[in-house]
């Protein structure tokens, strides 16, 4: 008979070595050892089953699965806090997290329906340096600046007085004053169309806040190409250049006579798009908007600068459609327009992908004259057999002046393009 088991030894689980060695002896029934063995295991488990009860007690239960903060907008806010503080209205707020990415569908995760409902939120949350946090009674609108408009007005018409002055003097000398003279005069009413222009640009609605770089000297060029080009190209196809290149004044006079509706058609856009951007509650509905006010604005301009050019052509007894120079207007009226809004690369890019054409085109023309290069000459010729020498600027500006708008059409269309100020 085996002797009784004693409790403390069975409130632990025996080793393998144990019960090979052996607390029982050896002559104890197999069932016996049995019945011990599950006992100390059941002792075993209720023994971890209570620390575990402590533990479990002692650490408190934790959430299963973590579901973002209870005020997703505040998170926003922090993050855009300097935004929202240097904001005049919910607009410009609008503006900045759609220039950052943020979407109408985005803002659904803000728990807004838009955009504008989200940045009306921030703007009433955070208090500007500016303004006061408390909500101030509605004013009446002020109304036109109409002194501002009068003077940016003066100024884009100064490049085409100057234009006209220096035709003028040319056309009022001619016969009196030798080669030399005429072409001082030239020189010095260049230059002054040029300082026009410049200070035309310095302010009012084709003023850049970017810087224009390179831009310049494609203007230049392009400008240069109008008046001299056609002959240029002419002369190397004939087997030139024998360096006597005939100007065409007209196309140059018809552009300076242009800025003066460019700056008023600029001034046109900015203000109906602030209109649409007010009234807007979407900004699909704000895209959808602009998009046609866009082609719109540039179809104007286009018949104000084919009414000028038309007339300038008629002064100089031209009686050819002057569809290069209109090409060359709507490039230039193009870029500024992106320059104006903050897009001053894909503006010098517009107008380098001109330039490259035009310079391009003569020297196609001279490297087919080599043996076995004829090839190269085929696109310059065709184009001058269908159109004259002026088809390859035509084609050139209009190529570009195209792939502006299509990308304007896109930047233009967005809220951050027309934060106010």
């Known amino acids: 008979m085996g002797r009784p088991t004693d409790p403390s ?6 080793s393998d070595e144990e019960s090979a060695t052996g607390g029982e002896p050896e002559h104890a029934p197999a069932d016996a050892h049995r019945t011990a063995d599950g006992a100390s295991r059941r002792s075993a488990g209720g023994a971890r089953a209570a620390l575990r009860a402590s533990e479990i007690a002692y650490h408190p239960a934790r959430p299963a699965a973590r579901r973002g903060p209870a005020d997703p907008v505040k998170v926003l806010m922090h993050r855009h806090r300097e935004l929202c ?5 919910p607009l410009e707020i609008a ?23 989200l940045a009306e939120e921030l703007y009433a949350r955070v208090p500007g340096a500016g303004r006061s946090a408390a909500p101030r009674a509605p004013q009446p609108s002020p109304g036109p600046d109409t002194g501002a408009r009068a003077g940016w007005t003066l100024l884009a018409l100064l490049p085409g007085a100057a234009c006209l002055a220096t035709v003028g003097a040319l056309r009022s000398t001619e016969g009196l004053l030798g080669g030399e003279a005429r072409l001082a005069t030239t020189a010095v009413g260049a ?5 026009a222009l410049r200070l035309c640009l310095r302010s009012g609605p084709l003023h850049a806040q970017a810087g224009t770089g390179t831009v310049t000297l494609y203007v230049c060029w392009l400008l240069g190409h109008v008046v001299y080009g056609d002959d240029l190209l002419a002369q190397v196809i004939s087997g030139g250049p024998d360096g006597h290149w005939t100007a065409a004044p007209a196309p140059l006079l018809g552009l300076a006579l242009a800025v003066a509706p460019a700056a008023w058609c600029a001034h046109l856009f900015a203000v109906h798009a602030h209109h649409r951007l007010a009234g807007s509650h979407v900004l699909a509905e704000f895209g959808a908007g602009v998009r046609p006010l866009l082609l719109g604005i540039v179809t104007l301009f286009l018949c104000a600068l084919a009414a000028l050019l038309l007339l300038a052509d008629l002064g100089y007894g031209g009686d050819g459609a002057p569809v290069a120079p209109a090409a060359l207007g709507v490039l230039l009226f193009l870029a500024r327009l992106l320059a104006v809004h903050g897009f001053p690369e894909p503006a010098a890019t517009g107008l380098a992908a001109a330039c490259a054409v035009e310079v391009a085109a003569p020297f196609l023309v001279l490297a087919g004259r080599l043996p076995g290069l004829d090839l190269l000459a085929r696109p310059v010729d065709a184009v001058v057999a269908a159109a004259g020498t002026g088809g390859v600027p035509a084609l050139a500006c209009g190529i570009a002046a195209l ?4 990308h304007a059409s896109v930047t233009l269309s967005r809220a951050s393009a027309h934060a106010t100020a």
């Open 95 to 117: 503006a900045g997290l759609e220039a950052h990415g943020l979407t109408d569908r985005t803002a659904a995760r803000y728990r807004h329906r838009d955009v504008f409902s």
């Open 191 to 195: 230059l002054l169309v040029l300082l």
């Open 9 to 14: 030894a069975v409130s632990a689980p025996a």
């Open 403 to 406: 792939g502006l708008l299509i």
């Open 85 to 89: 503080e240097r904001a005049v209205d």
